[in-house]
Structures are given as C-alpha cells and as structure tokens.
T-cell receptor, first 113, second 115 residues
Framework: DAGVIQSPRHEVTEMGQEVTLRCKPI?????LFWYRQTMMRGLELLIY????????DSGMPEDRFSAKMPNASFSTLKIQPSEPRDSAVYFC???????????FGPGTRLTVL | GDSVTQMEGPVTLSEEAFLTINCTYT??????LFWYVQYPGEGLQLLLK?????DKGSNKGFEATYRKETTSFHLEKGSVQVSDSAVYFC??????????????FGTGTLLAVQP
C-alpha cells in the first residue's frame, strides 16, 4: 500500500509568492497532521485534522498560513505571502483511530529566497 | 505543560558499541511514550512504544522501558550498526481532557555510527 504522498518534494520560491503544499494521506486514515522542521526550532506541529475537521491549529504561526482538507484523501497547506523565515521541511503525517502511531510522508523542502 | 527532554547529540559510536539515548518527560496523567526515528532524507517512523508504566517497547534490537518513578524512557541497543545512523525522537501522547490529543516530540538526538 502506498504511504503518505507529498508534493512537491522541493520548492524554491521568492519572497512574497504564494506556496501550496499538498498531501495525500494513507487510505482509511482519519487523522492528518502538518509539521514543520527546522534546525533552530526542531519539529513543530502546525495543525491537525480528524475526519477532515481541523482540531488544533494552535501551532499555525500566523495568518499567512492556512490549511484545508476538503476530503479524506487530500489536504493542502498554503503560505501567502511567503517569507525567507518560512524555509523549512514540511511534513504531512496520517494515522488511524489515534494520534499515536503516525505515518510520515517524505516531506517538502521549501526554500524562500 | 507536557514536555519531553532528550539528550543532546550528536552521539558518535563505533559499530557494535552499546547505545543509550536518555529521555525524560513531564506530563499530567498517564501518557503513552514513543521513540520515532528519522533516517537521512526521510520522514519520521515509529520505532517502538509503551503505553503504561513498566511496559517495555522493543523493535529491531532497540528497547525502552517506561519508568514512571523516574519519568524516563531511555532508548538502548546492545550493538549498533552503521545503518542505525539517524535522528531519534522521544515523544509522548497525552490526552488534554478530551479536547485535543497530540504527540509532543523532543528535540531529537543525532546518532552517527562509524565502521
């Protein structure tokens, strides 16, 4: 079975541009998580969904970040406008029935120039 | 609030050496405890877990015991291999009164195993 799929794997953009990251969770999973990883701040939970409904978005840094999950098989994380400090690896993860055993995607490495 | 503290890296070992990565936690209630591993260029993956005091989680030669009295969950392996080189994350899952339930990760410990 396919794991969590993220696209793109790498994104380079200029400051001020809109960035959209995409995630397809494992089929049947009802939890979906967005994380950000940097050397300075480590791994941060941005937001998570349960059955397509946002449950906790307290980690979303500011209004420039937004996330949606229109259906059980797709989610997006959007940054508008992007800034150099948003440069990081963004991970999507999914799980079934509990937050405990999460399956991570390969990540999207975002570079904002 | 709930938190996880793990030893800073990098930890550099020779192949076949004994590994210990320390992890302690602070939590209200009775959390479940986890070790996740991140190999270079990949996402995290669950290595092992323990859901109650005195439980021992084990996988791929790694072990960790849930010690409630010392609030610890140290990761051990008797003989490391070069292929074990990765970043190891300790984590806990706590239920916040039913409102939200999420994993709290430590900062990660880089392990480098030399041949």
């Amino acid at each position: 079975d396919a794991g969590v799929i993220q696209s793109p794997r790498h994104e380079v953009t200029e400051m001020g541009q809109e960035v959209t990251l995409r995630c397809k969770p494992i089929s049947g999973h009802d939890y979906l998580f967005w994380y950000r990883q940097t050397m300075m701040r480590g791994l941060e939970l941005l937001i998570y969904f349960n059955n397509n409904v946002p449950i906790d978005d307290s980690g979303m840094p500011e209004d420039r970040f937004s996330a949606k999950m229109p259906n059980a098989s797709f989610s997006t994380l959007k940054i508008q406008p992007s800034e150099p400090r948003d440069s990081a690896v963004y991970f999507c993860a999914s799980s079934f029935g509990t937050v405990d055993t999460q399956y991570f995607g390969p990540g999207t490495r975002l570079t904002v120039l | 609030g709930d938190s996880v503290t793990q030893m800073e890296g990098p930890v550099t070992l020779s192949e076949e050496a004994f590994l210990t990565i320390n992890c302690t936690y602070t939590a209200t209630g009775y959390p479940s405890l986890f070790w996740y591993v991140q190999y270079p260029g990949e996402g995290l993956q669950l290595l092992l877990k323990a859901t109650k005091a005195d439980d021992k989680g084990s996988n791929k030669g790694f072990e960790a015991t849930y010690r409630k009295e010392t609030t610890s969950f140290h990761l051990e392996k008797g003989s490391v291999q070069v292929s074990d080189s990765a970043v190891y994350f300790c984590a806990l899952s706590a239920n916040y009164g039913g409102a939200t339930n999420k994993l709290i990760f430590g900062t990660g410990t880089l392990l480098a195993v030399q041949p």
